[in-house]
């Protein structure tokens, strides 16, 4: 019998994986590799880097325990040939094998390469997703416009989590509006489980530190979970520290803690180290037991099984230009800032110096702090997907792009949201303590001092008039900027077009 590769990449760290179950040990050899080319397409963030080297070690290590015969490739080994399709044709020419199995990759640029690789390749769909590419299309065909909530109560019912008969549990679909409470300052709350170090990580730090330096982040400490054992009690943590709290505090920011109730799961489950179906079962059981409520429950699986589940059917339903959609037509270069460079905007400087030490930030400060300026701003939204995908542990394109070009810049024309996530300081101050410790005054709208939010968000529904005016959710917004008497407003766009010309310069804003 003809032996045959069978691809593992990065993110496909998942023992059920499509790839081996339609694979041999007897017969097949597993492709594992650590390439320059995936480490570089995007300056990734050193903890990034390091959180998959180390995990992808430990699981070859697992598969080679568990009978399968694993060609592994290190970043320094000496052939290595550091492309995914190179490494792939080396171990072809090392064992005769003549076609490659594989699991579709979570990216475009991947699934091109496999198919213009010269070898044949077959590519098994990724089914550790509740949507297949098939039952998304399918839900999606004939609807004038796609809306997660529907998408979720679908998937509600075909799970049947948090459902009593065919009604949801507590009469709602949704407890959004419980979940809007901002946080106080509170010392006792746990925050993530975190890892020392153990000899692979350890070495894979040290690989990543020789090999990749000069990058954006931090590398050391170094605490992420890196192997299914470790992401299983870093879950437990937070189903019995976290989770009761977490619908509450889901959109609160503050300077002094950056995770607050977050679960901050999504580099494992994005990797493959913790199955989605299982996670919600899990959170599920917490209500049924007592122990958390239904609003924190049903936000937390509403995350997973609705947005997560739906951004990648976007993805993969929008065809492989969709990361470089523009429809707002946004041309700002990535101001520097957004790689450390210093700022008096507080909440900016928090988010970004968190990003650089975690490679973390919550969902929050991506959509309201980063991802709301750059909109406002006009910042080039292709320039920002590149930052976005680089910069976060859990960023793989499938779920990043629509995530930033489509729910935070709105430069899909609004394939994943009906309106804009736009807002003035007022959002930020209402939900975090950023502008207590701030240079610029958040109650002030115009004039020396006032917060530039304020500013660029009046900038930008003037200049983006024709298309938003019309929105039904937008038109409170427009009545409102519409009553300010003209010298008002001719004051905001001024103040708005000087802090814009003082950016474009590069000066410290
Ligand atoms: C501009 C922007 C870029 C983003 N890029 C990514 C990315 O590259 N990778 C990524 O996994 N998430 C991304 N998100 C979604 C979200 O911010 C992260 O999933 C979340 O912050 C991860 O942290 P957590 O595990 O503590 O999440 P929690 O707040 O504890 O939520 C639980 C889980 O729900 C899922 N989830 C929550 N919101 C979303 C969402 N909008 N889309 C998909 N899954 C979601 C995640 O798997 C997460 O682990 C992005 C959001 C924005 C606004
Ligand atoms: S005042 Fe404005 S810039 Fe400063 S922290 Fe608040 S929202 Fe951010």
Not at 104 to 130: K, M, S, Y
Not at 173 to 202: C, H, I, M
Request: charged content about 25%.
């Amino acid at each position: 019998m003809v032996s045959r590769l069978v691809l593992v990449l990065g993110d496909q760290l998942s023992p059920g994986l499509s790839a081996l179950r339609n694979a041999d040990p007897a017969r097949d050899t597993i492709v594992m590799a650590e390439v320059m080319a995936e480490a570089s397409y995007v300056r990734h963030h050193p903890k990034k880097i390091a959180f998959t080297f180390a995990a992808m070690r430990k699981f070859a290590a697992r598969l080679t325990a568990d009978g399968w015969r694993v060609a592994y490739t290190r970043l320094d080994d000496p052939g290595n040939s550091h492309s995914i399709v190179g490494e792939l044709l080396r171990r072809a020419g090392e064992t005769g094998a003549q076609q490659v199995i594989a699991t579709e990759p979570g990216e475009w640029r991947l699934i091109g390469a496999l198919e213009a690789a010269p070898i044949p390749v077959t590519q098994h769909p990724d089914d550790r997703f509740l949507c297949s590419h098939a039952e998304f299309d399918a839900w999606a065909e004939g609807r004038k416009s796609l809306r997660m909530e529907y998408f979720y109560r679908q998937t509600r019912r075909k799970t049947g989590l948090l459902m009593e008969g065919d009604k949801p549990a507590g009469g709602k679909w949704n407890y959004d509006s419980e979940n809007r409470k901002p946080a106080a300052d509170d010392l006792f709350r746990q925050g993530p489980l975190q890892f020392d170090p153990d000899e692979t990580v350890a070495d894979v730090l040290d690989l990543v530190e020789a090999r990749l330096p000069d990058r954006f982040g931090t590398l050391r400490p170094f605490w992420f979970a890196t192997d299914a054992d470790q992401a299983e009690q870093a879950l437990d943590h937070f189903m019995r520290h976290s989770l009761p709290s977490f619908g509450d505090y889901q959109d609160a920011m503050l300077a002094g803690d950056r995770f607050l109730y977050h679960a901050v799961i999504s580099p494992y489950m994005n990797a493959g180290l913790l199955d989605p179906l299982d996670i919600c079962r899990r959170a599920e059981a917490e209500y049924h037991a007592g122990r958390a409520p239904l609003n924190a429950v049903e936000g937390f699986i509403r995350q997973i099984i609705g947005w997560r589940e739906f951004v990648r059917g976007i993805y993969f339903r929008e065809g492989p230009e969709y990361p470089r959609r523009n429809a707002l037509g946004h041309d700002r270069p990535l101001p520097a800032l957004y790689w450390g460079a210093d700022t008096d905007m507080n909440c900016l400087s928090h988010a970004v110096a968190q990003t650089r030490d975690e490679a973390y930030a919550h969902h929050i400060q991506r959509l309201m702090v980063t991802g709301n300026f750059a909109l406002l701003a006009g910042i080039d939204p292709t320039a920002l997907h590149e930052w976005y995908l680089a910069v976060y542990a859990d960023a793989y394109e499938w779920v990043e792009a629509p995530n930033t070009v489509g729910m935070s810049q709105f430069a899909d024309g609004g394939v994943v949201g009906s309106k804009p996530y736009v807002s003035s300081g007022a959002y930020i101050n209402r939900m975090s303590d950023y502008c207590r410790g701030c240079r610029y005054s958040v109650s002030k709208k115009t004039g020396d001092g006032a917060c530039p939010f304020n500013l660029l968000y009046w900038h930008f529904l003037n200049r983006h008039r024709a298309r938003f005016e019309d929105n039904p959710r937008m038109g409170q917004m427009y009545r409102t900027w519409d009553r300010m008497d003209a010298a008002r407003q001719a004051a905001v766009l001024e103040g708005a077009e000087a802090f814009l010309f003082r950016l474009d310069r590069g000066e410290k804003i």
